[in-house]
């Protein structure tokens, strides 16, 4: 469980974010195309340049190695990226196999998943799999960049349920941008849009 | 042996092929007779400018002039290597990855050559160094070249699986191995299809060159051996290289990946 706090986060697009997201915390984030979400999550995992300190409870983002911090705050892009020829050789070499199969299993895979082609995948298996080789990471902090926009109804509910019962049971703070107004409103949590830069409390109508 | 000299009438009608060639290339709209004719016209004032200087510069063994000389290829070659990447690094690196590689590789061979295998003396004895150095560097400037277009190229297409990499805490040297890995093949491969190939397809340039002007064809044989296993080294460690100093280049101390060290490719005619 960790505490996840950005501190004066500043890039091209956003100005001084500054954000705590509690332990166990949900939070959605929206705002209009271009006005930095993902921006803000790249920011947090390091992968761009900018201004500004997060950190993981007492742990600043800065004295950590960044692959060590990366795999701590665990970032799921809408479209997710395999560089190998089959699933099982993008897992971590340190998973056990009960961990691997009710992760799988509530994802709705058989074990033998392992074996399957990169190039075969639908675009609904790739985005339950790179969640479940994120997962597989134990990542202390979730930043998900709309992950279920790709996805029909059913896919939508497993990988929603998945995050929900990673969140409860390793008390880990999820920064969510979702476009989704119905599934922000459904899952409920702090709400917040970023408009200009800055972050704003969404408007309830 | 026996030198036969050429006349300029026979340089003429060796030219007369490079006219028909710029006709042929005007008559089928190919659109390549300005390019054809001015590459040929630079490519006789370069040889014979060159030929006269070296003629001067074999009468004389002085270091200083030698060394100047070799730095003058050095500076071209590197820009050679430059003009021949589609997305270049920013600032000193676009030109002084290449520049550094040719001159790591190509130098250090061509002294080993000298010294060691040659054995001139003194090492800087101009009739051997320079076509030597030349001959390194014309062709470690391919392979350079080759594998660092290839490795910004790919870096470039693959955005996303080598940022897929970082996130799931891989290092930068773990996500971009594949890549560089690709890179350093393709700029080996044409100096190796070209060990494999030679005196089966056609009789390497070097070799006829020599044969031509009266060299018995084993003793031709033997030094074509020896400078095509020197290239062969030369560009394999030009290559390696530029690789590592460019995919060292494509990430920065936190390991993020910077494309934006790369420029957006030039307009190409």
Redesign the interface.
């Known amino acids: 469980m960790a505490r996840l706090r950005l501190e004066g986060l500043s890039t091209v697009m956003l100005r001084n974010i500054h954000l705590t997201l509690e332990p166990s915390e949900r939070l959605f984030l929206s705002g209009v195309s271009g006005s930095g979400k993902s921006l803000l999550l790249r920011a947090i995992?390091?992968?761009?340049?900018h201004q500004g300190e997060v950190w993981l409870d007492d742990r600043p983002r800065s004295r950590l190695p960044?692959?060590?911090w990366?795999?701590r705050v665990?970032?799921l892009?809408t479209?997710?990226?395999?560089?190998a020829e089959t699933v099982g050789e993008?897992w971590?070499a340190s998973v056990t196999v009960p961990e691997l199969e009710r992760l799988l299993g509530i994802l709705g895979f058989e074990a033998d998943v392992r074996g399957w082609s990169i190039a075969r995948l639908s675009t609904g298996e790739r985005q339950r799999l790179a969640l479940a080789?994120?997962l597989l990471?134990r990542p202390q902090a979730l930043l998900l960049d709309e992950v279920t926009a790709n996805l029909d109804l059913v896919n939508r509910e497993r990988v929603e349920a998945v995050l929900e019962e990673y969140r409860t049971t390793h008390h880990a703070a999820v920064l969510w941008v979702s476009h989704d107004l119905e599934q922000r409103t459904r899952l409920g949590g702090r709400r917040l849009v970023i408009h200009d830069g800055g972050l704003e409390p969404e408007s309830c109508n | 042996m026996q030198l036969i000299y050429l006349s300029v009438w026979d340089l003429m009608l060796a030219a007369g092929l490079i006219l028909l060639l710029a006709t042929l290339s005007w008559r089928l709209r190919l659109g390549v007779e300005r390019r054809v004719l001015i590459a040929a016209l630079r490519s006789s004032i370069q040889l014979m400018l060159i030929g006269l200087v070296l003629e001067q510069l074999f009468a004389q063994t002085h270091l200083l002039l030698i060394g100047l000389i070799a730095l003058v290829m050095l500076l071209v070659a590197g820009w050679e290597v430059l003009s021949r990447q589609k997305r270049r690094y920013y600032g000193f690196w676009g030109y002084g990855i290449g520049a550094l590689s040719l001159f790591i590789s190509s130098f250090s061979v061509t002294l080993l050559t000298l010294v060691v295998i040659i054995g001139v003396k003194p090492w800087y004895q101009p009739q051997y160094l320079i076509p030597l150095l030349g001959m390194m560097l014309g062709n470690t400037m391919s392979g350079v070249a080759i594998a660092l277009d290839q490795l910004t190229r790919q870096a470039w297409d693959a955005r996303g699986r080598i940022e897929a990499r970082l996130l799931l805490g891989g290092t930068w040297d773990e996500a971009i191995t594949d890549i560089r890995r690709d890179a350093l093949r393709s700029g080996l491969i044409p100096i190796v299809n070209a060990m494999a190939a030679a005196g089966l397809v056609s009789l390497p340039g070097m070799m006829t060159g020599q044969i031509l002007a009266g060299s018995p064809p084993l003793e031709a044989a033997k030094y074509q051996l020896l400078i095509m296993f020197l290239v062969s080294g030369a560009t394999g460690l030009g290559a390696v290289a530029a690789v590592w100093i460019g995919s060292n280049r494509l990430f920065d101390e936190r390991q993020r990946l910077r494309l934006d060290r790369l420029a957006p490719p030039p307009r190409m005619e």
């Not at chain 1, 995992?45 to 340049?49: E, F, R, T, V």
């Not at chain 1, 479209?79 to 560089?83: C, K, R, V």
């Open positions: 995992a390091d992968l761009d340049p960044p692959p060590e990366r795999r665990g970032l892009p479209e997710s990226h395999w560089w993008h971590p080789r994120l990471n």
